[in-house]
């Protein structure tokens, strides 16, 4: 990687004021990196011209008005599932495949705001339905880390994202994260990943898979930059009835926080089938780090995991049929050519708009949502997910209760490609998201850290969640298991 692309914000904006490097120079580096790693497939649109304009004007406020912005000349990538006006946005499917909205989605609003330069749209599962970065019109993700034939997923469904910062075409990603979405590719490629608490950060203009569930993450190299993105995007947004309308704090990072009263759970539920030995070396690794600062470690119980993972693909299949429905022919997106009545137009256009996956979600979906089935299933699934969500606020707030909770990220390092889709889509969610998507039932914060390479050479990462509202512990606890492990840089 060409090392100024490597750069944490603050270098960058080090360098902007020793003029060793200017804005649209940084620019110009990160979309010619984006270009050399074409064959990542990390981009489904380039937006050269438009990062450049953003550049000028970052330029214009830093030497001539002498009034930056937090993230001026800093390059940025938004998956393709967040609206961006007049660009493209695509959820990577051909049922919209030429939708260009007509405003920004908010988190997008907010970086522009903030000073932050697009340099493009990041691939992505079809509509956000994977763990893979592997179900996209526009092809599969790479995993930048292994460059072989027999190639490794990048993770998903923000694979884009995460490979676009890893390989330093950006310097962070805006990902969505409803079941592991921005954890999973970021611990499979080597960046952080940050999910934070269910409305403390805008999901106006997040076009959704799961509206209960969904919440725009962050990826980033460094704590530090991760810090800093969030900090632009959270807070109340008058758009979004489901954000927390308190006002929002911005996170501080400690220089050296002292870790002697913090308490760090490790579920026992989170040691499951499947999971590999060098996984369980990393966790225990570590927990033995922590230990050693002091951290008070001990084992805690999270009961209903077991059944998590049934609870949440039943209630986002049922949200996804939900959702879905508003793709019929008429109003945006796909329409089938031919004219037919409208039952066989709202058919043709689903069957030509959607992939297998999302046709599947949509009738599997609709199948719990049936009158004979609801309490059945769908009832019985939000009783278990208060149960889940429950289990957090015992270990949190319970007696002998824990700040935070230590698990794994993933349950392997990136699979193979063609071991990855030799599975169906659900068993590739059910085995990915396993560690991840209990804190988005929950609505919790969790953030996944890169921790060291496995044999294959292949990035092992790990994971903390905490109650809600708890990022700046959250993000400061990260900080020092970064500082202490010293994760190696990708060298392309």
């Known amino acids: 990687m060409n090392k100024l692309t490597s750069y944490s914000i603050k270098e960058i904006h080090k360098s902007f004021r020793d003029k060793l490097l200017t804005p649209t120079s940084f620019i110009d580096l990160c979309i010619q990196r984006a270009k050399q790693t074409k064959e990542l497939n990390a981009f489904i649109i380039l937006t050269d ?56 989605a908010t988190v997008y609003s907010r970086l522009l705001s ?18 893979g970065t592997v179900d996209s019109i526009f092809g599969p993700t790479r995993n930048p880390w292994c460059s072989s034939e027999d190639w490794r997923i990048s993770g998903g469904s923000s694979g884009g994202s995460a490979v676009a910062v890893a390989t330093g075409a950006c310097v962070a990603g805006i990902g969505s994260d409803t079941g592991g979405s921005t954890r999973n590719p970021a611990a499979l490629c080597g960046v952080v990943g940050l999910k934070p608490t269910y409305g403390l950060v805008s999901r106006y203009g997040l076009i959704p898979l799961v509206n209960s569930m969904d919440v725009p993450g962050i990826l980033a190299r460094s704590i530090d930059d991760l810090t800093m993105i969030f900090n632009s995007v959270a807070g109340p947004d008058i758009l979004d009835s489901t954000t927390l309308k308190k006002k929002f704090k911005p996170v501080k990072i400690e220089d050296n926080i ?9 579920p026992s539920e989170y040691y499951c089938e499947g999971m590999s030995e060098e996984v369980l070396d990393v966790w225990r690794y570590v927990t033995d780090l922590l230990e050693k600062e002091k951290c008070q470690v001990r084992s805690v119980s999270l009961p209903h995991t077991s059944v998590s993972i049934a609870v949440y693909s039943i209630l986002n299949q049922c949200e996804v049929a939900s959702n879905m429905a508003r793709y019929d022919g008429l109003e945006y997106g796909l329409r089938a050519a031919e004219d037919y009545s409208t039952e066989e137009l709202y058919a043709s256009t689903r069957s030509e708009g959607f992939n297998n996956v999302v046709r599947s979600r949509i009738f599997a979906g609709n199948y719990f949502l049936l009158a004979r089935n609801y309490e059945k299933y769908f009832l019985k699934a939000l009783k278990l997910r208060r149960l889940i969500a429950d289990d957090f606020n015992q270990v949190f707030k319970g007696e002998n209760s824990v700040d935070l909770l230590l698990t794994p990220t993933t349950l392997s390092e990136a699979p193979l490609y063609k071991d990855f889709t030799s599975t169906h889509n659900r068993d590739q969610c059910a085995l990915q998201d396993y560690c991840t998507q209990p804190a988005n039932m929950a609505g919790i914060p969790a953030i996944s850290i890169p921790i060291r390479l496995s044999k294959n050479n292949m990035p092992l990462s790990i994971q903390l969640m905490g109650p809600f509202l708890s990022e700046q512990l959250l993000l400061n606890i990260a900080k020092k298991i970064e500082s202490l492990v010293d994760f190696p840089s990708l060298k392309m």
């Open 49 to 104: 011209e438009i990062a450049e304009n953003h550049a000028i004007e970052s330029e214009k406020r830093i030497y001539i008005e002498k009034k930056s912005l937090p993230l001026d000349g800093i390059a940025i990538a938004i998956k393709d599932n967040f609206c961006t006006k007049n660009i493209n946005t695509t959820c990577a499917s051909n049922m919209l495949k030429n939708f260009v909205p007509t405003y920004n």
């Open 114 to 131: 903030s000073g932050a330069c697009l340099i493009g749209k990041s691939n992505l599962d079809e509509f956000a339905m994977g763990s």
């Open 258 to 266: 002292d870790l002697s009263e913090i308490k760090i759970g490790i």
